[in-house]
């Protein structure tokens, strides 16, 4: 079956780095991009990031320009969510998920569970 999971979220101060894992199984996604959402609470699901396999094409959201950054390692079958200058604003739960493209959850097929960041003051 096929399966995302996240880890890497944790507690961090204002200014520092996480970065995000992805584990991907049961499916290869050569045909798809991969993609990092987030949610906070009382808030909707909003895009992050997302790189084809290739990396080719890549998208981020202007709220985590030249911060954040997404990248795989083909090796671990694992895609990367380098967050660095991290801000309070950037805490939620982070998702990742599968798909054609887009910036709507709508267009991705497959999500993981999510993993808690939260950035302080």
């Known amino acids: 079956q096929v399966q995302l999971v996240e880890s890497g979220g944790g507690l961090v101060q204002a200014g520092g780095s996480l970065r995000l894992s992805c584990a991907v199984s049961?499916?290869?996604?050569?045909?798809?991009?991969m993609a990092w959402f987030r949610q906070a609470p009382g808030n909707e699901r909003e895009f992050v990031a997302a790189?084809?396999?290739?990396?080719?094409?890549?998208i981020y959201a202007d709220s985590v320009k030249g911060r954040f950054a997404i990248s795989r390692d083909n090796a671990k079958n694992t895609v990367y969510l380098q967050m660095n200058s991290l801000k309070p604003e950037d805490t939620a739960v982070y998702y990742c998920a599968a798909g054609r493209g887009g910036v709507g959850a709508h267009d991705y097929d497959y999500w993981g569970q999510g993993t808690q960041v939260t950035v302080s003051s």
């Open positions: 790189r084809s396999w290739s990396g080719l094409r890549t």
């Open positions: 049961g499916r290869t996604f050569n045909d798809r991009l």
